[in-house]
Protein backbone atom coordinates (compact mmCIF):
# COMPACT_ATOMS: atom_id res chain seq x y z
CA UNK A 1 0.00 0.00 0.00
CA UNK A 2 1.59 3.56 -1.42
CA UNK A 3 0.65 6.87 0.63
CA UNK A 4 0.02 7.82 -3.51
CA UNK A 5 0.22 6.86 -7.01
CA UNK A 6 0.26 8.65 -9.40
CA UNK A 7 -0.33 8.13 -13.21
CA UNK A 8 1.79 10.12 -15.61
CA UNK A 9 4.83 11.12 -16.42
CA UNK A 10 4.66 14.82 -18.10
CA UNK A 11 5.13 17.94 -16.80
CA UNK A 12 2.16 17.80 -14.15
CA UNK A 13 2.55 14.11 -13.11
CA UNK A 14 6.44 14.23 -12.64
CA UNK A 15 6.72 17.93 -10.79
CA UNK A 16 3.73 16.31 -8.17
CA UNK A 17 6.31 13.44 -7.74
CA UNK A 18 9.40 15.38 -7.10
CA UNK A 19 6.77 17.40 -4.77
CA UNK A 20 5.40 14.26 -2.74
CA UNK A 21 8.24 12.02 -2.92
CA UNK A 22 9.98 14.48 0.02
CA UNK A 23 7.23 13.54 2.11
CA UNK A 24 5.42 10.83 0.89
CA UNK A 25 5.61 6.95 -0.32
CA UNK A 26 4.86 7.63 -4.24
CA UNK A 27 4.40 5.26 -6.84
CA UNK A 28 4.55 7.12 -10.21
CA UNK A 29 3.11 4.87 -13.13
CA UNK A 30 3.98 5.90 -16.62
CA UNK A 31 2.43 3.92 -19.88
CA UNK A 32 5.53 4.88 -21.82
CA UNK A 33 8.83 3.29 -21.73
CA UNK A 34 11.52 4.94 -20.31
CA UNK A 35 13.47 5.51 -23.61
CA UNK A 36 10.62 6.42 -25.62
CA UNK A 37 9.41 9.68 -23.50
CA UNK A 38 9.21 12.34 -26.15
CA UNK A 39 11.52 15.24 -26.94
CA UNK A 40 9.98 18.22 -26.67
CA UNK A 41 11.08 21.91 -26.72
CA UNK A 42 9.03 25.02 -25.17
CA UNK A 43 8.51 28.25 -23.59
CA UNK A 44 9.46 28.35 -19.79
CA UNK A 45 7.90 31.79 -18.67
CA UNK A 46 9.66 33.47 -15.80
CA UNK A 47 6.27 33.28 -14.23
CA UNK A 48 6.53 29.21 -13.46
CA UNK A 49 9.38 29.25 -11.23
CA UNK A 50 7.72 30.39 -8.24
CA UNK A 51 5.38 26.61 -8.90
CA UNK A 52 9.36 24.90 -9.23
CA UNK A 53 11.44 27.33 -7.25
CA UNK A 54 13.52 24.05 -6.28
CA UNK A 55 15.21 23.36 -9.44
CA UNK A 56 18.49 24.81 -10.99
CA UNK A 57 17.74 27.41 -13.42
CA UNK A 58 21.74 28.06 -14.81
CA UNK A 59 21.25 24.36 -15.66
CA UNK A 60 21.96 25.01 -19.44
CA UNK A 61 21.19 21.41 -20.09
CA UNK A 62 17.90 21.94 -19.47
CA UNK A 63 17.22 25.70 -20.03
CA UNK A 64 19.84 26.42 -22.83
CA UNK A 65 18.31 29.56 -23.69
CA UNK A 66 17.28 33.15 -22.31
CA UNK A 67 14.07 34.00 -23.49
CA UNK A 68 14.42 37.19 -24.55
CA UNK A 69 13.08 38.24 -27.91
CA UNK A 70 9.64 37.23 -29.48
CA UNK A 71 7.75 37.97 -32.63
CA UNK A 72 3.99 37.83 -33.06
CA UNK A 73 4.40 37.30 -36.78
CA UNK A 74 1.74 38.87 -39.09
CA UNK A 75 1.36 38.23 -42.75
CA UNK A 76 3.91 40.61 -43.72
CA UNK A 77 5.14 42.67 -40.73
CA UNK A 78 7.32 41.30 -37.41
CA UNK A 79 5.46 42.40 -34.50
CA UNK A 80 8.36 42.07 -31.77
CA UNK A 81 8.63 42.67 -27.81
CA UNK A 82 11.96 42.43 -26.60
CA UNK A 83 12.23 42.04 -22.89
CA UNK A 84 15.45 44.35 -22.80
CA UNK A 85 13.28 47.12 -23.34
CA UNK A 86 11.85 47.26 -19.96
CA UNK A 87 14.42 44.64 -18.03
CA UNK A 88 15.11 41.10 -17.23
CA UNK A 89 13.96 38.03 -19.50
CA UNK A 90 10.64 36.60 -20.20
CA UNK A 91 11.90 33.22 -18.68
CA UNK A 92 13.54 30.28 -20.82
CA UNK A 93 13.87 28.09 -23.45
CA UNK A 94 13.44 24.86 -22.07
CA UNK A 95 13.97 21.06 -23.07
CA UNK A 96 11.54 19.57 -21.25
CA UNK A 97 12.31 16.05 -21.83
CA UNK A 98 15.47 16.95 -19.46
CA UNK A 99 13.50 18.93 -16.74
CA UNK A 100 11.08 15.88 -16.78
CA UNK A 101 13.92 13.44 -16.63
CA UNK A 102 15.86 15.64 -13.30
CA UNK A 103 12.53 15.81 -11.60
CA UNK A 104 12.03 11.96 -12.20
CA UNK A 105 16.02 11.59 -11.07
CA UNK A 106 15.46 13.28 -7.95
CA UNK A 107 12.57 12.24 -7.01
CA UNK A 108 13.59 8.62 -6.55
CA UNK A 109 16.77 9.73 -4.64
CA UNK A 110 13.95 10.85 -2.51
CA UNK A 111 11.59 8.11 -1.47
CA UNK A 112 9.62 7.78 -5.01
CA UNK A 113 9.67 4.91 -7.07
CA UNK A 114 8.88 5.18 -11.04
CA UNK A 115 7.91 2.13 -12.95
CA UNK A 116 7.46 2.95 -16.92
CA UNK A 117 5.55 0.61 -19.03
CA UNK A 118 2.53 0.27 -17.08
CA UNK A 119 -0.91 1.04 -18.79
CA UNK A 120 -3.47 1.72 -16.17
CA UNK A 121 -6.35 0.72 -17.15
CA UNK A 122 -8.87 0.53 -14.42
CA UNK A 123 -9.10 2.41 -11.13
CA UNK A 124 -11.41 0.60 -8.26
CA UNK A 125 -12.36 2.62 -5.13
CA UNK A 126 -12.89 0.89 -2.02
CA UNK A 127 -13.74 2.53 1.49
CA UNK A 128 -9.51 2.81 2.71
CA UNK A 129 -7.80 2.21 -0.65
CA UNK A 130 -7.87 3.03 -4.27
CA UNK A 131 -6.62 -0.04 -6.24
CA UNK A 132 -5.01 0.47 -9.84
CA UNK A 133 -5.05 -2.52 -12.44
CA UNK A 134 -2.40 -2.02 -15.45
CA UNK A 135 -3.00 -3.61 -18.63
CA UNK A 136 -1.47 -6.83 -17.91
CA UNK A 137 -4.06 -7.73 -15.38
CA UNK A 138 -1.60 -6.17 -12.41
CA UNK A 139 -2.56 -4.29 -9.37
CA UNK A 140 -1.20 -1.27 -7.09
CA UNK A 141 -2.97 0.08 -4.23
CA UNK A 142 -2.97 3.56 -2.74
CA UNK A 143 -4.26 6.20 -0.59
CA UNK A 144 -5.09 8.42 -2.81
CA UNK A 145 -4.34 8.35 -6.69
CA UNK A 146 -3.56 11.52 -8.63
CA UNK A 147 -4.50 11.67 -12.35
CA UNK A 148 -1.95 13.55 -14.39
CA UNK A 149 -2.36 11.65 -18.01
CA UNK A 150 -2.36 14.69 -19.76
CA UNK A 151 -4.73 14.44 -23.41
CA UNK A 152 -4.26 10.53 -23.03
CA UNK A 153 -5.87 9.20 -20.47
CA UNK A 154 -10.12 10.17 -21.39
CA UNK A 155 -11.10 6.82 -20.53
CA UNK A 156 -9.58 5.90 -17.84
CA UNK A 157 -10.72 9.83 -16.20
CA UNK A 158 -14.38 9.02 -17.22
CA UNK A 159 -14.57 5.56 -15.92
CA UNK A 160 -14.22 7.58 -12.16
CA UNK A 161 -16.55 10.02 -13.11
CA UNK A 162 -14.56 12.82 -14.26
CA UNK A 163 -15.26 15.04 -16.80
CA UNK A 164 -12.97 15.47 -19.88
CA UNK A 165 -11.82 18.61 -21.46
CA UNK A 166 -11.88 19.64 -25.28
CA UNK A 167 -9.02 18.09 -27.38
CA UNK A 168 -7.33 19.06 -30.46
CA UNK A 169 -4.76 17.56 -32.35
CA UNK A 170 -1.69 19.42 -33.46
CA UNK A 171 1.68 18.97 -34.88
CA UNK A 172 4.78 19.47 -34.21
CA UNK A 173 8.67 18.23 -35.84
CA UNK A 174 12.23 19.60 -34.72
CA UNK A 175 14.55 21.11 -37.43
CA UNK A 176 17.97 20.69 -36.36
CA UNK A 177 21.36 22.46 -37.11
CA UNK A 178 24.82 24.18 -35.36
CA UNK A 179 23.63 26.79 -32.95
CA UNK A 180 25.52 29.45 -34.75
CA UNK A 181 23.34 28.53 -37.86
CA UNK A 182 20.27 28.76 -36.00
CA UNK A 183 21.27 32.09 -34.24
CA UNK A 184 21.79 33.71 -37.52
CA UNK A 185 18.77 32.64 -39.18
CA UNK A 186 16.16 33.10 -36.01
CA UNK A 187 16.44 36.57 -34.31
CA UNK A 188 13.82 35.78 -31.87
CA UNK A 189 13.24 33.23 -29.39
CA UNK A 190 9.99 32.41 -30.27
CA UNK A 191 7.56 32.81 -33.34
CA UNK A 192 3.78 33.04 -32.83
CA UNK A 193 1.95 33.54 -35.78
CA UNK A 194 -1.94 33.18 -36.27
CA UNK A 195 -2.87 32.28 -40.33
CA UNK A 196 -6.38 31.11 -40.80
CA UNK A 197 -5.06 29.07 -43.91
CA UNK A 198 -2.99 26.90 -41.49
CA UNK A 199 -5.63 26.71 -38.48
CA UNK A 200 -8.92 28.28 -36.90
CA UNK A 201 -7.79 26.96 -33.63
CA UNK A 202 -4.80 27.99 -32.87
CA UNK A 203 -1.07 29.06 -33.64
CA UNK A 204 1.62 27.99 -35.89
CA UNK A 205 4.88 28.24 -34.22
CA UNK A 206 8.59 28.30 -33.83
CA UNK A 207 10.41 28.19 -30.78
CA UNK A 208 14.59 28.62 -30.75
CA UNK A 209 16.06 25.69 -28.57
CA UNK A 210 19.89 24.46 -28.81
CA UNK A 211 20.63 23.06 -31.77
CA UNK A 212 16.87 22.55 -32.74
CA UNK A 213 13.60 24.88 -33.51
CA UNK A 214 10.27 23.00 -32.90
CA UNK A 215 7.89 23.58 -35.57
CA UNK A 216 4.26 23.12 -35.46
CA UNK A 217 0.22 24.11 -35.19
CA UNK A 218 -2.88 23.38 -34.30
CA UNK A 219 -4.86 20.84 -36.27
CA UNK A 220 -8.91 21.93 -37.70
CA UNK A 221 -11.25 19.88 -36.03
CA UNK A 222 -12.26 18.47 -39.40
CA UNK A 223 -8.28 17.27 -40.05
CA UNK A 224 -7.20 13.72 -40.00
CA UNK A 225 -3.13 13.20 -38.68
CA UNK A 226 -2.22 12.14 -42.31
CA UNK A 227 -3.62 15.59 -43.50
CA UNK A 228 -1.51 17.54 -40.82
CA UNK A 229 1.53 15.72 -41.92
CA UNK A 230 0.93 16.66 -45.50
CA UNK A 231 0.20 20.96 -44.74
CA UNK A 232 3.22 20.50 -42.39
CA UNK A 233 5.68 19.51 -45.22
CA UNK A 234 3.68 21.80 -47.83
CA UNK A 235 4.57 24.47 -45.45
CA UNK A 236 8.01 23.90 -44.81
CA UNK A 237 8.97 23.31 -48.12
CA UNK A 238 6.88 26.46 -49.82
CA UNK A 239 5.46 29.35 -46.88
CA UNK A 240 7.75 31.92 -48.17
CA UNK A 241 7.59 33.28 -44.30
CA UNK A 242 9.51 31.20 -42.64
CA UNK A 243 11.64 30.22 -45.25
CA UNK A 244 14.99 32.23 -44.32
CA UNK A 245 14.29 30.79 -41.02
CA UNK A 246 14.31 27.12 -41.63
CA UNK A 247 16.53 27.04 -44.82
CA UNK A 248 19.57 24.31 -44.78
CA UNK A 249 18.11 22.71 -41.29
CA UNK A 250 17.45 19.26 -41.10
CA UNK A 251 13.97 18.09 -40.54
CA UNK A 252 13.57 15.16 -38.02
CA UNK A 253 12.13 11.74 -39.96
CA UNK A 254 9.29 11.86 -38.29
CA UNK A 255 6.61 14.83 -36.75
CA UNK A 256 4.22 13.79 -33.77
CA UNK A 257 0.75 14.00 -33.83
CA UNK A 258 -0.48 14.65 -30.56
CA UNK A 259 -3.65 16.00 -28.72
CA UNK A 260 -3.63 19.09 -26.52
CA UNK A 261 -6.39 20.15 -24.46
CA UNK A 262 -8.11 22.82 -23.18
CA UNK A 263 -11.17 24.18 -21.63
CA UNK A 264 -11.10 23.39 -17.46
CA UNK A 265 -13.24 20.56 -16.89
CA UNK A 266 -16.13 21.00 -13.52
CA UNK A 267 -14.52 18.97 -10.78
CA UNK A 268 -10.24 18.26 -9.86
CA UNK A 269 -10.98 16.33 -7.03
CA UNK A 270 -12.98 12.84 -5.79
CA UNK A 271 -12.64 10.68 -2.80
CA UNK A 272 -9.08 10.13 -2.78
CA UNK A 273 -8.43 11.14 -6.21
CA UNK A 274 -7.39 14.50 -7.63
CA UNK A 275 -6.54 15.30 -11.25
CA UNK A 276 -3.83 17.44 -12.43
CA UNK A 277 -2.88 19.68 -15.60
CA UNK A 278 -3.59 18.54 -19.19
CA UNK A 279 -6.12 16.22 -17.95
CA UNK A 280 -7.95 18.66 -16.13
CA UNK A 281 -8.13 21.14 -19.07
CA UNK A 282 -5.90 23.64 -17.13
CA UNK A 283 -4.53 24.88 -20.18
CA UNK A 284 -4.37 28.47 -21.50
CA UNK A 285 -6.86 29.06 -23.98
CA UNK A 286 -5.14 31.24 -26.29
CA UNK A 287 -1.76 30.70 -26.08
CA UNK A 288 -1.71 26.52 -24.71
CA UNK A 289 0.37 26.97 -22.12
CA UNK A 290 0.50 23.70 -20.21
CA UNK A 291 4.05 24.15 -18.41
CA UNK A 292 2.58 26.83 -16.29
CA UNK A 293 -0.71 24.48 -15.64
CA UNK A 294 1.59 21.70 -14.87
CA UNK A 295 3.74 22.95 -12.43
CA UNK A 296 1.14 25.21 -10.58
CA UNK A 297 -1.44 22.07 -10.22
CA UNK A 298 1.29 20.02 -8.99
CA UNK A 299 2.41 22.51 -6.72
CA UNK A 300 -0.84 23.37 -5.29
CA UNK A 301 -1.54 19.91 -5.11
CA UNK A 302 1.62 18.55 -3.03
CA UNK A 303 -0.02 21.69 -0.77
CA UNK A 304 -3.12 20.42 -0.32
CA UNK A 305 -2.04 16.85 0.20
CA UNK A 306 1.26 17.00 2.85
CA UNK A 307 -1.10 18.38 5.80
CA UNK A 308 -4.32 15.11 5.28
CA UNK A 309 -1.21 13.06 4.99
CA UNK A 310 0.37 14.03 8.27
CA UNK A 311 -3.40 13.76 10.03
CA UNK A 312 -3.73 10.67 8.42
CA UNK A 313 -7.08 11.49 6.49
CA UNK A 314 -9.48 9.76 4.41
CA UNK A 315 -8.92 12.43 1.19
CA UNK A 316 -12.27 13.23 1.04
CA UNK A 317 -13.74 15.56 -1.59
CA UNK A 318 -14.37 18.46 1.19
CA UNK A 319 -10.83 17.71 2.36
CA UNK A 320 -9.13 18.11 -1.40
CA UNK A 321 -11.30 21.01 -2.49
CA UNK A 322 -8.49 23.14 -0.97
CA UNK A 323 -7.07 22.27 -4.10
CA UNK A 324 -9.71 23.27 -6.04
CA UNK A 325 -10.21 26.68 -4.84
CA UNK A 326 -6.56 27.37 -5.12
CA UNK A 327 -6.52 26.89 -8.78
CA UNK A 328 -9.33 28.85 -8.71
CA UNK A 329 -7.66 31.68 -7.07
CA UNK A 330 -4.28 32.00 -8.81
CA UNK A 331 -4.93 30.39 -12.46
CA UNK A 332 -8.22 30.23 -13.16
CA UNK A 333 -9.73 33.59 -11.79
CA UNK A 334 -7.88 36.03 -13.66
CA UNK A 335 -5.24 34.51 -15.83
CA UNK A 336 -7.38 32.41 -17.44
CA UNK A 337 -9.97 34.67 -18.69
CA UNK A 338 -7.42 36.81 -20.82
CA UNK A 339 -6.30 33.50 -22.51
CA UNK A 340 -10.20 33.28 -22.83
CA UNK A 341 -11.38 36.19 -24.56
CA UNK A 342 -8.05 36.31 -26.72
CA UNK A 343 -9.01 33.09 -27.72
CA UNK A 344 -13.38 34.22 -28.14
CA UNK A 345 -11.68 36.72 -30.42
CA UNK A 346 -8.87 35.46 -32.31
CA UNK A 347 -10.14 31.68 -32.64
CA UNK A 348 -13.53 32.80 -33.93
CA UNK A 349 -13.38 35.54 -36.26
CA UNK A 350 -14.11 33.93 -39.27
CA UNK A 351 -12.89 35.28 -42.42
CA UNK A 352 -11.95 38.55 -40.19
CA UNK A 353 -9.30 36.48 -38.28
CA UNK A 354 -5.76 37.59 -41.12
CA UNK A 355 -7.35 40.97 -40.37
CA UNK A 356 -7.43 41.14 -36.28
CA UNK A 357 -4.02 39.34 -36.21
CA UNK A 358 -2.31 41.75 -38.85
CA UNK A 359 -3.86 44.83 -36.36
CA UNK A 360 -2.83 43.20 -33.45
CA UNK A 361 0.50 43.13 -34.68
CA UNK A 362 0.32 46.52 -35.68
CA UNK A 363 -0.51 47.50 -31.90
CA UNK A 364 2.18 45.61 -30.57
CA UNK A 365 4.87 47.89 -32.79
CA UNK A 366 3.16 51.21 -31.84
CA UNK A 367 1.67 49.88 -28.12
CA UNK A 368 4.81 50.35 -25.44
CA UNK A 369 2.39 50.12 -22.73
CA UNK A 370 0.81 47.08 -24.16
CA UNK A 371 4.73 45.55 -24.72
CA UNK A 372 5.07 46.43 -20.90
CA UNK A 373 2.02 44.24 -20.23
CA UNK A 374 2.89 41.22 -22.08
CA UNK A 375 6.33 41.30 -20.44
CA UNK A 376 4.43 41.63 -17.25
CA UNK A 377 2.29 38.71 -17.46
CA UNK A 378 5.07 36.86 -18.97
CA UNK A 379 7.33 37.44 -15.66
CA UNK A 380 4.88 38.05 -13.04
CA UNK A 381 5.58 35.64 -9.95
CA UNK A 382 2.30 36.73 -8.54
CA UNK A 383 0.02 35.04 -11.00
CA UNK A 384 -3.28 35.23 -9.07
CA UNK A 385 -3.18 39.05 -9.58
CA UNK A 386 -3.36 39.15 -12.89
CA UNK A 387 -4.74 42.67 -14.34
CA UNK A 388 -7.43 42.46 -16.59
CA UNK A 389 -7.63 46.04 -16.91
CA UNK A 390 -4.47 45.83 -19.19
CA UNK A 391 -6.14 43.32 -21.40
CA UNK A 392 -9.43 45.50 -22.10
CA UNK A 393 -7.58 48.51 -22.40
CA UNK A 394 -5.58 46.99 -25.30
CA UNK A 395 -8.81 45.21 -26.82
CA UNK A 396 -10.06 48.72 -26.76
CA UNK A 397 -7.08 50.27 -28.62
CA UNK A 398 -7.29 47.25 -31.30
CA UNK A 399 -10.86 47.89 -32.20
CA UNK A 400 -10.28 51.35 -32.59
CA UNK A 401 -7.66 50.14 -35.25
CA UNK A 402 -9.70 48.06 -37.20
CA UNK A 403 -10.97 48.97 -40.19
CA UNK A 404 -14.79 50.11 -40.66
CA UNK A 405 -16.06 46.83 -41.87
CA UNK A 406 -14.08 44.96 -39.82
CA UNK A 407 -15.46 47.09 -37.06
CA UNK A 408 -19.00 46.41 -37.49
CA UNK A 409 -18.43 42.57 -37.96
CA UNK A 410 -16.71 42.05 -34.63
CA UNK A 411 -18.14 44.85 -32.54
CA UNK A 412 -20.53 41.95 -30.86
CA UNK A 413 -17.56 40.00 -30.15
CA UNK A 414 -15.55 42.45 -28.56
CA UNK A 415 -18.20 43.52 -26.55
CA UNK A 416 -18.77 39.67 -25.31
CA UNK A 417 -14.80 39.63 -24.99
CA UNK A 418 -14.68 42.64 -22.56
CA UNK A 419 -17.12 40.92 -20.16
CA UNK A 420 -15.65 37.47 -19.82
C1 LIG B 1 3.19 21.01 -29.78
C2 LIG B 1 3.03 21.59 -28.41
C3 LIG B 1 3.76 22.70 -28.00
C4 LIG B 1 3.59 23.23 -26.73
N1 LIG B 1 4.33 24.31 -26.33
C5 LIG B 1 4.19 24.78 -25.07
C6 LIG B 1 5.01 25.85 -24.60
O1 LIG B 1 5.87 26.37 -25.33
N2 LIG B 1 4.87 26.27 -23.32
C7 LIG B 1 3.94 25.73 -22.50
O2 LIG B 1 3.83 26.17 -21.35
N3 LIG B 1 3.14 24.70 -22.91
C8 LIG B 1 3.27 24.21 -24.17
N4 LIG B 1 2.49 23.16 -24.59
C9 LIG B 1 1.54 22.56 -23.64
C10 LIG B 1 2.28 21.67 -22.65
O3 LIG B 1 3.40 21.07 -23.25
C11 LIG B 1 1.34 20.57 -22.14
O4 LIG B 1 0.10 21.11 -21.79
C12 LIG B 1 1.95 19.90 -20.92
O5 LIG B 1 3.22 19.39 -21.22
C13 LIG B 1 1.02 18.79 -20.45
O6 LIG B 1 1.64 18.12 -19.37
P1 LIG B 1 0.88 16.98 -18.56
O7 LIG B 1 1.88 16.43 -17.64
O8 LIG B 1 -0.37 17.53 -17.96
O9 LIG B 1 0.45 15.89 -19.65
P2 LIG B 1 1.37 15.01 -20.63
O10 LIG B 1 2.66 15.66 -20.93
O11 LIG B 1 0.52 14.63 -21.78
O12 LIG B 1 1.71 13.71 -19.76
C14 LIG B 1 0.78 12.70 -19.54
C15 LIG B 1 1.53 11.39 -19.33
O13 LIG B 1 0.60 10.41 -18.87
C16 LIG B 1 0.88 9.17 -19.50
N5 LIG B 1 -0.35 8.39 -19.51
C17 LIG B 1 -1.53 8.69 -20.13
N6 LIG B 1 -2.45 7.74 -19.90
C18 LIG B 1 -1.85 6.81 -19.13
C19 LIG B 1 -2.29 5.59 -18.57
N7 LIG B 1 -3.52 5.11 -18.77
N8 LIG B 1 -1.41 4.86 -17.82
C20 LIG B 1 -0.16 5.32 -17.59
N9 LIG B 1 0.32 6.48 -18.11
C21 LIG B 1 -0.52 7.20 -18.87
C22 LIG B 1 1.33 9.58 -20.90
O14 LIG B 1 2.09 8.55 -21.51
C23 LIG B 1 2.14 10.84 -20.62
O15 LIG B 1 3.50 10.57 -20.42
C24 LIG B 1 2.66 22.64 -25.85
C25 LIG B 1 1.93 21.49 -26.26
C26 LIG B 1 2.10 20.97 -27.52
C27 LIG B 1 1.32 19.75 -27.94
Known sequence: MHDIIIIGAGISGASFFFKASKFSDTLLLEARDEKSLPITTNIFAEHNIPYLNEIDYSDKEIFPIIHEKMNYMGAEEDGIVQSSE?????????HTEKLIEKLLKESEEQSGTIQFNQKITKI???SDHVEIINNKGESYSSRLIVLATGSHGFDLQRSVGFGTPDRFLGIYTHLRGDQDKINEQMAQNYIFHINPKISGNGPFYLEKGFERIPIGFMGNSNESPKELVLKLDRILAYYKRIQPIIQGLKKDPKPVVTYISKHPIQSFSKDRMMVLGEAAGVVTAFFY????????????AAKTVRPLLENNSNFTHDELKYYE?????????NYFVNGEGSEYLFYNAGAHVKTLWSTYVKLINKDKQLRREIWEAYRMHDIENYDL???RRAGKSLFSMLPALTKIALSG?????AFM
Not at 325 to 333: D, W
Open 86 to 94: FGAPFGYVC
Open 124 to 126: EKH
Open 289 to 300: EGLLCGVCCADI
Open 325 to 333: RELHRILLK
Open 389 to 391: KGT
Open 413 to 417: KFIKA
